[in-house]
């Protein structure tokens, strides 16, 4: 089992129980019998079986939701709601140390990255949502009907929960991902059946068993471990009121056309190819280390990563022997030894794919300055990689490699970045490096993207909306707006 040795005893306990689906409270085998294997990608151990669900046990979860929706869910006050979700908030906090070691055995990150951002953040926005329960709230309306003249009426909107949700997500921040869908829509009063990654499901699980704990009455949150065609089956039920996804833009328009069926409202988080900036007047001792983090980070797993370096003519080759000097330092080892800084990617699949992506940034005539090799060992392993000299019709500069691979390209006049950074089918976010605020303001304004970081990247944050313009996705997690975007507003006319 490898580095398994290393491991608490309550993750090794948690691994050695049967993993099954969550659904009306219970936990229950798939109706099909079948399980499938979780592996550490960084060994490729196999270290558990969980249930693998499809689309008949997507169906008794839709069920148990609608009837916890119609039932118990709604039978609670907003303030107990809010309550049981900051109970939740309590529960992955005293649990910390073990989501943080499970999510790295199951995704590969380093534990002390998870132990230090993906958990708190978890924790943070049940928290942040348990907060918006009670304050959930219409509007009253002044009402002058022409064609009813000397009637008076009053008119005042209620918000209403959408009802069943479905909630799709990917495997760069297992845990993450999943309080960012489900903290929102509870806090809203919907009932959800949540579609885990099929590489990485076991923290998804371990929060089911906490959600239980938490006392969350059962049905209001079910949990089904499969792959794609569960999800398939979720985006197309007819009796799910709204669906909401994180993942590839490519899945991200099967569930579009999944959902056309009843016409369910739908939200998607989708891919990015974000543009970093980094201007002449820039500070180097934020930006250098900044631009390695904006890349580097989760591997560059990340739909936010900053994979499009754009660097002023004039700091140009300070800016890339410092970032080359970081890349080449970053220690690549298993997530659980606390030493390591990068850990492997998520699968073997991921690894072909970002391997390719490097091999056709060479064959197109880019420059690799650090990295560029996977490692000749067991586990997921790539370099940090840099490519210079990369032209704006490249694949690599063009595509979501979803690695640690950044394409860096010089600039000099400021209306060329705009328009070759804004040149891409993506708008998820941007970096800015400048001391001029003027400057950073003006160029924040005429950047497509939904998020704009100015002398920093990666900040997230429970109350601060995150998404994305074009085709990076429709609507925002995250902030009052991702709670309206579980609710329905009605609107109510009496005559006095
Ligand atoms: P993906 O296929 O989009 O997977 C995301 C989720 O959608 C998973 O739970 C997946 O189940 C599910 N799914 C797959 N096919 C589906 C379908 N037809 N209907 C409904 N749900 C479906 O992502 P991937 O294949 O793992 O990764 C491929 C690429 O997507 C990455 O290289 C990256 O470019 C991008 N990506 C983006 C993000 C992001 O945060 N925006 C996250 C992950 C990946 P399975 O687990 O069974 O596939
Ligand atoms: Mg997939």
């Not at 993450?176 to 059946?193: E, F, H, I, Q, S």
């Not at 890349?295 to 660097?311: D, E, M, V």
């Not at 950044?406 to 705009?418: C, G, I, S, T």
Request: with cysteine; glycine share 10%.
């Amino acid at each position: 089992m490898g580095s398994i040795g290393t491991v608490h005893s309550t993750v090794r306990s948690f691994l050695s129980q049967s993993h099954q689906l969550l659904i009306n409270g219970q936990w229950q085998p798939a109706a099909g019998g079948k399980t499938f294997d979780v592996e550490n990608p960084a060994n490729g151990d196999t270290i558990t079986q969980v249930a693998h669900g499809g689309a008949a046990d997507i169906d008794r979860a839709v069920q148990a939701a609608r009837e916890a929706f119609e039932g118990p869910w709604s039978k609670i006050s907003a303030s107990e709601r809010g309550r049981l979700l900051w109970k939740l908030a309590e529960l992955i906090d005293r649990n910390a140390d073990e989501l943080a070691q499970l999510e790295s055995l199951d995704n590969g990150k380093p534990m002390t990255v998870s132990r230090a951002a993906d958990v708190p953040l978890a924790a943070d926005i049940f928290r942040y949502m348990a907060g918006w329960t009670t304050k959930i709230s219409g509007k009253t309306f002044p009402i002058s009907v022409p064609y009813t003249p000397g009637s008076e009426y009053f008119a005042y909107t209620t918000k209403e929960p959408v009802g069943v949700v479905g909630q799709i997500i990917p495997w760069n921040f297992p845990l993450l991902m999943a309080a960012w869908k489900l903290a929102p829509a509870l806090a809203a009063g919907c009932t959800v059946v949540l579609k885990p990654a099929e590489q990485t499901p076991l923290s998804a699980l371990r929060l089911g068993q906490l959600i239980m704990e938490a006392g969350i009455p059962a049905g209001v949150v079910n949990i089904v471990t499969g792959y794609g065609d569960a999800g398939a089956r979720l985006a197309q039920h007819p009796d799910v009121d709204k669906v909401a996804f994180t993942g590839s833009t490519e899945v991200g328009r099967l569930i579009v056309a999944a959902a056309a069926g009843n016409l369910k409202k739908v939200t998607l988080e989708l891919g990015g190819k974000s543009p970093n900036i980094i201007f002449d007047d820039a500070d180097l001792d934020l930006a250098i280390p900044g631009a390695a983090n904006a890349i580097f980070f989760n591997h560059g797993q990340c739909c936010a990563a900053g994979s499009r370096l754009y660097i002023h003519d004039k700091v140009y080759d300070k800016v890339i022997d410092g970032i080359t000097k970081i890349a080449k330092s970053i220690q690549l080892g298993d997530g659980i030894d606390p030493k390591t800084q990068m850990g492997p990617l998520v699968s073997r699949e991921q690894l072909d794919r970002v391997c390719s992506y490097i091999e056709s940034g060479r064959k197109a005539g880019a420059k690799i300055v650090a990295g560029g090799e996977r490692l000749a060992q067991s586990g997921y392993f790539v370099q940090p990689t840099i490519m210079t000299e990369t032209t704006p019709d490249m694949q690599v500069v063009r595509e979501e490699i979803f690695g640690p691979v950044v394409v860096a390209m010089r600039f000099h006049d400021a209306e060329d970045l705009l328009r070759i950074a804004n040149d891409s089918e993506y708008g998820l976010a941007a970096g800015i490096w400048t001391r001029d605020l003027k400057k950073a303001h003006q160029v924040s304004s005429r950047l497509r993207a939904g998020t704009t970081w100015i002398n920093c990247y990666n900040i997230f944050d429970a109350a601060l909306p995150f998404g994305g313009y074009k085709q990076s996705g429709w609507g925002r997690e995250m902030g009052e707006e991702a709670v309206n975007l579980y609710l329905e507003t009605k609107s109510v006319c009496l005559l006095k």
